[in-house]
């Protein structure tokens, strides 16, 4: 038996010792792989904050440039809505002021339409006093005091003609057209003829027509030379005066 233990003991130890190198060499195993995996998980913590660090900033960065962008487009909206509300007010201004324009050109417009309607209806009045008394003188003066004074106004008229220097009025033409309110008699024909002759050194040949709207007296036209020595013309003349009168006592 003792010997038993003097083999077994030694054996034992042995193995003991050997037992005890393998626990101490897991251990130092052990504890190796665990600081290998501590140095790991730490550096793997210090990747992730690293990545969590890069990734905060890039956030940051974007919130930035957002807000950089987002206030950059509201002062770009600022800006059109300001240019919007001149550019506004502008074509109001412009509206406003074409529509004066326009305004002021229909007034206008207004006013000369209403002259030209006022000189209008001047003319036909005239044209109607003319008209007028036209039928008042030949309901007034019989066929013989008509003639006396046609001849009386045919006679002026060549007296005129007649006062004028010799070579003082150049005419282009011989042909004289005569409109008369009565027939001229022979003598006055004769007499007219002799007076355009001797004051325009031309052969006047007369053409008469008879326009009983004269009432009295003749027109006379010769080349470019016309003079209206009716009575019809007188009334013309008279009712212009009278119109001036008028409108200087208005004034």
Known sequence: MQELLRVA??????????????????????????NRAVRRVRQVEDEVRKKEEDIR???????????EKKAEAERQLQAHRDEARREAVHLKEKAVSEAKKESQKIIEQAHKNEQKMRDQIARQMEDKAVEYGGRIFKLVFSDMLTGELNGLFNTELIDALN????GAITVESGAASVTVSH???????TRLETVLREKFRKDAVIQETVDETLLAGLILKMGSLEIDGSLRNR?????????????????
């Open 163 to 166: 006062e004028i220097e010799q």
């Open 235 to 251: 009334y013309t003349e008279a009712v212009g005066e009278v119109k001036k009168e008028a409108h200087h006592e208005i004034s």
């Open 183 to 189: 027939p001229m008699s022979d003598e006055q024909r």
């Open 57 to 67: 900033r890039e956030i940051e960065e974007h919130e930035r440039d957002f807000a």
């Open 9 to 34: 003991v030694p054996i034992m130890a042995v193995h003991a010792v050997v037992l005890a190198v393998l626990l101490v060499g897991i251990r130092l195993l052990l504890a190796g792989t665990a």
